[in-house]
């Protein structure tokens, strides 16, 4: 019984440590500003029926669980809103809010901007590549 | 998972690029108005004000100084959260299974719960990592002691402990003993003592928060 959405959504993440977000003190734990935005953006996006919280939940653990196959356990380099993140950017494709060529020329253009990184000739692989979580 | 961005390779440029990938995503729902600047901070500010172990600490405090309240909340938790003007959604649907028990010199409380849904959010926050373990839940009704014991609560023997399994029925929740020597705190100074733990009968309520 629910009368709000985002309590929905966060309550539904709860089952598992692994896919529930950090929390500290009954407070979600946000450590880096990004990560107040893609997770406040996931859940405004879903409420407004653009996608279903259930496939947005599905690809964040498809995402946690390709992390996990292929790291140690107690590797340091785990980043939960990373993995929030790309689930974002897949549910927004998939749901065809945005064009993955869109996301990365916007993306280039906000790194161009800092004008501080240096890249490769070839950064970046197509997020649609990512798209759909197999179903292994 | 293999990096959408091979090209970088340093963490200070994977930070970079998790803002960056952050802001970009911004932008566009907002330049397409699909979402507007605001949105964010209307989905923070849910968690921030609606629900958490803040409301818990506000009732709790006043049921402190205040012994008809107290009376109340131990009665009706929803009408105390009524009566101390908490977010709507306290005493509506999604709070409206709530009941709280009381510590005494007596009887010590303590929750669990089987189902996320269970915990009593509206007044405690989010649930604690451990709060989920089968472990922990299987534990504390077999060997209560030795499980507080762990958490630092040390109960005399004298002490009767009960275990409250929250459901879709009923999520309990905790008031806690007012320690020693607060007699002089106000109540806002008294609900700034209180932790989600205090409040799910796995820590003691110190004088002065560490």
């Known amino acids: 019984m629910f009368t709000r959405f985002e309590h929905f959504a966060a309550t539904s993440m709860m089952g598992s440590s692994e896919e529930a977000p950090p929390r500290e003190d009954g407070h979600l734990q946000f450590d880096r500003d990004w990560e107040k935005l893609v997770f406040g953006v996931a859940i405004a996006l879903s409420k407004e029926g653009h996608f279903e919280w259930d496939e947005f939940r599905q690809a964040l653990m498809h995402n946690i669980k390709s992390w996990e196959s292929s790291h140690e356990l107690d590797d340091t380099s785990w980043d939960y809103y990373q993995c929030w993140m790309d689930a974002l950017e897949q549910a927004v494709v998939r749901a065809g809010i945005l064009e993955a060529g869109e996301i990365e020329s916007c993306l280039r253009r906000h790194l161009d901007c800092k004008g501080e990184i240096t890249r490769n000739e070839s950064p970046f692989v197509s997020i649609t590549g990512n798209v759909q979580p197999s179903t292994a | ?210």
């Open chain 2, 1 to 210: 998972m293999t990096s959408l961005y091979p090209g970088f390779r340093y963490d200070a440029d994977k930070e970079a690029i998790s803002e960056a990938r952050a802001k970009a995503l911004e932008s566009l729902l907002i330049e397409k108005g699909v979402i507007t600047g605001k949105t964010v901070d209307q989905v923070l500010s849910y968690f921030d004000t609606e629900m958490g172990p803040f409301n818990g600490a506000k009732l709790v405090a006043r049921a402190w100084v205040d012994p008809e309240f107290k009376k109340l909340l131990l009665e009706d938790c929803n009408a105390a959260c009524e009566m101390l003007d908490l977010p709507n959604g306290m005493s509506g649907a999604e709070g409206e299974h709530m009941r709280i028990v009381e510590n005494t010199a007596d009887v010590h409380n303590v929750v669990v719960c089987t189902l996320c849904s269970c915990y009593p959010w509206p007044t405690l926050g989010l649930p604690p990592y451990w709060f989920k373990d089968p472990t922990f839940r299987a534990r504390v009704v077999r060997e209560p002691r030795v499980v507080l014991g762990e958490f630092g609560v040390q109960l005399s023997d004298s002490v009767n402990i009960r275990i409250w399994d929250s459901s879709a029925q009923i999520r309990w929740w905790v008031l806690p003993m007012r320690p020693e020597g607060t007699e002089s705190l106000s109540e806002e100074e008294l609900a700034k003592l209180l932790t989600p733990e205090a409040m799910m009968g796995v820590a003691l309520v110190k004088a002065k928060s560490e």
